[in-house]
């Protein structure tokens, strides 16, 4: 890919390119053809399951909602709904399923499994619901037998008829082994495919110093400290994707995580740590978090199963320092999940079987309260609850808080990066911004083209602040070019800064930005984000285009480019772009609306012309007010010598209103690509006002080959001169 411009400029300087605005022709946002709509829906309900025990530890089951009152950050809320579910009563909990899911077998579940599938059907009120969730990603192999030997045996004494479970393990990628069910066989079948091999190549690695760490008999010590940020984040980012999609449920969901810890590197991984515990709270899940090493013993100079430790740390002390350390670190991790979603951490105990009895008996009678905020700042800030009931002698368990969702204005520099990133992904555009797209292409050699893309912004949806008696805005540009929609060949990123002296100007007309990539024949879909970042409304545009392979074409044509406005460009870097030259861009007219006051700009290219010998001489150029040709070569007879012909004419229905002078070419303007190319400017007030059909004739008189491509035109009145200062 190769960019050519930023947004081109009118007024050099500012980074804007204005012309005038009219009624749009390009396609409106959205895949070509399409009538999908994107509707979205911001949930502002709170939910918050507590669970009431007497002094004798029995559940409470009588409660009402007029019982309880929740406090936010201190201030009292309005409890809006309230819910009691009952798993303890198995005879709503209906008979015994072979899978949650319907008739779907094993990995083909419709809760848990990403993709265009039905919505869930499953019934889950007085059901218990639970996830296994495996992170074999640094485990050891004795490790991964004792969490499925413990998952194998809880399943075979302890689960109950209202016990609905489904698996997921983390390995070299994430995968749903079985979606919700109670079958035990289906369960115990799938714990048992688990192999030992699972786990591999993704445990922490070193910090850059030898001193404390295993002689390995190598002299060099790498430091994997970006590595270790990113294998943490993975298993947060793992975690969050889960919460997604058991969000679909409305009921409360308990995680069990069998995990060995997640090492965090500093603050570096703090991100994904509140992005996974925000959504397990808005997905109304509690993880409970397992650590599968166990009770733990550091000796001095390391377990029988390691090597020797460099250095001295083994005589002082410092080694196991360390290992206790390191191992309170990768616990805060998974105590930091458990607490902040209403789980619990269980930690330095070889018996397992706590986590699940804890599981049952945290979900087996609980209430469910909702909330809308009465704090309507949207700052992403932890906010502190607190359920308070009018009987004292009564014992609530909750979860401590949640993260209040962020609005664009609070988002953190790689936030608003990964906002661009997702709807780069989504499936249905965005459309608060109106974007117009178009493109063009030009030979570059026989196997490559350069196709230019332009998109326009209507100035009226940009908003600008005033800053240093200039009106500023700033535009995030992202977009990808994708091989037959599936293999990205071409990605562009770039922020533009626009300041003007007055934004009223920039409101009545348009933003245009240019760039351009470098392709190979083929079908490709475009697709382009623009967000503007002063409210961070955002728009897309995305279409199919075709290159086309010109070797097999009678006549070798490049595409025909409209525009009104030619503007200086000093970047060198833009002698690669067809419509730069002599230090003049020529900017494409995107809709082709053109005011009568205007001159329309005309460039296209011919390939490989036909030589021969020219027996009829070679006409000139018009000179008159309504054509001139510009870049017109010198006429030339040789037997080398081309002889391509070329004019304009304007067409209203089946009349002939206009037609240019012919303009004709006798040699190649471009050698080392082998094109002729023409520039046409054609002054436009002659022309009434209206729509035309503008047909672009050109004739290779060698080859005996022609085209005559068409374009829909339309001309307007001018816009009347502003008369006083001022006025918009």
Do not use: W
């Amino acid at each position: 890919m190769r960019r050519t411009s930023k947004i081109v400029s009118a007024l050099a300087a500012a980074g804007l390119l204005l012309h005038s605005a009219g009624p749009i022709i390009a396609q409106q946002s959205g895949q070509a053809g399409g009538n999908e709509a994107r509707i979205e829906v911001t949930t502002e309900l709170v939910l918050v399951n507590v669970v009431a025990h007497d002094k004798k530890g029995n559940l409470v089951k009588d409660l009402k909602k007029e019982d309880f009152t929740l406090f936010e950050d201190g201030k009292k809320q309005q409890i809006s709904t309230f819910d009691f579910q009952n798993v303890d009563e198995l005879a709503t909990a209906g008979a015994a399923e072979a899978t949650v899911s319907g008739a779907a077998g094993p990995g083909q579940g419709t809760l848990l499994h990403s993709g265009k599938k039905a919505p869930p059907s499953l019934d889950a009120r007085d059901r218990r619901l639970m996830l296994l969730f495996f992170d074999f990603s640094a485990m050891d192999p004795e490790q991964i037998d004792r969490s499925v030997d413990a998952a194998k045996k809880f399943i075979s004494t302890k689960m109950q008829p209202a016990d609905l479970i489904a698996l997921v393990s983390l390995a070299t990628n994430m995968r749903v082994d079985l979606d919700f069910t109670d079958d035990k066989n289906k369960l115990l079948a799938a714990l048992s495919a688990y192999t030992t091999g699972e786990g591999q190549g993704f445990d922490n690695g070193s910090t850059g110093t030898a001193e404390g760490a295993a002689e390995t008999s190598g002299s060099f010590t790498p430091d994997d400290t970006d590595f270790n940020t990113f294998s943490a984040d993975r298993k947060l980012l793992a975690l969050q994707s889960l919460m997604q999609a058991l969000g679909k449920l409305p009921q409360k969901k308990s995680l069990i995580y069998f995990s060995n810890g997640i090492s965090q590197s500093g603050v570096d991984n703090q991100s994904a740590l509140r992005a996974t515990t925000a959504s397990a709270v808005k997905a109304n899940v509690s993880i409970y978090s397992l650590d599968i090493r166990g009770l733990q013993a550091f000796p001095p100079g390391g377990e029988a199963q390691s090597a020797s430790l460099h250095g001295q740390s083994a005589y002082s002390g410092a080694s196991v320092l360390n290992d206790l350390n390191g191992n309170a670190a990768s616990q805060d991790t998974l105590a930091t999940l458990s607490a902040d979603t209403g789980g619990k951490a269980f930690f330095d105990s070889n018996d397992f079987s706590g986590v699940f009895s804890q599981v049952q008996k945290d979900s087996s009678a609980y209430y469910v309260l909702g909330f809308t905020s009465n704090n309507p700042l949207k700052d992403g800030r932890f906010r502190r609850l607190k359920v308070q009931v009018n009987r004292p002698d009564l014992k609530l368990d909750f979860r401590s808080g949640y993260y209040a969702g962020r609005d664009f204005e609070h988002l953190n520099r790689a936030d608003r990066e990964q906002q661009l990133e997702d709807e780069l992904a989504a499936q249905l555009p965005r459309v608060d911004v109106p974007l117009y797209a178009g493109s063009a292409f030009f030979r570059r050699d026989e196997s490559h083209y350069y196709l230019a893309v332009s998109f326009v912004i209507p100035g009226s949806q940009i908003p600008f602040v005033t800053e240093k008696e200039k009106d500023n805005a700033t535009i995030d540009i992202i977009g990808t070019v994708q091989e037959g929609g599936k293999f990205p060949v071409g990605r562009l990123r770039d922020t533009v800064k626009l300041a003007v002296d007055s934004a009223q100007q920039v409101r009545r007309k348009n933003v245009q930005y240019n760039t351009g990539f470098v392709l190979a024949p083929g079908s490709y879909h475009l697709k382009f984000v623009v967000r503007e970042n002063q409210t961070g409304r955002m728009g897309s545009f995305e279409t199919d285009v075709q290159v086309p392979d010109l070797r097999r074409a009678p006549l070798k044509m490049s595409s025909v480019v409209l525009s009104s406005l030619r503007t200086p460009i000093a970047n060198k870097k833009s002698e690669s772009n067809p419509l730069v030259r002599d230090q003049m861009e020529l900017v494409p007219n995107i809709t082709h609306v053109f005011s009568s006051d205007q001159h329309l700009y005309l460039q296209y290219e011919v390939y490989d012309a036909a030589k021969g010998k020219n027996s009829s001489p070679a006409a000139a150029p018009a000179n008159g007010p309504q054509s001139a040709a510009k870049d017109a070569p010198v006429t030339k007879q040789s037997r080398d010598s081309v002889r391509v012909l070329t004019s304009i004419e304007f067409l209203q229905g089946t009349t002939k209103v206009y037609e240019s002078k012919q303009v004709v070419a006798n040699e190649v303007t471009a050698p080392d690509r082998k094109a002729v190319i023409f520039q046409i400017d054609l002054p436009l007030q002659t022309l009434k006002p209206g729509l035309y059909l503008c047909q672009v004739n050109v004739i290779d008189d060698v080859a005996g080959s022609f085209s005559f491509p068409r374009f829909p035109l339309l001309i307007r009145e001018p816009a009347p001169a502003a008369t006083t200062k001022g006025a918009d």
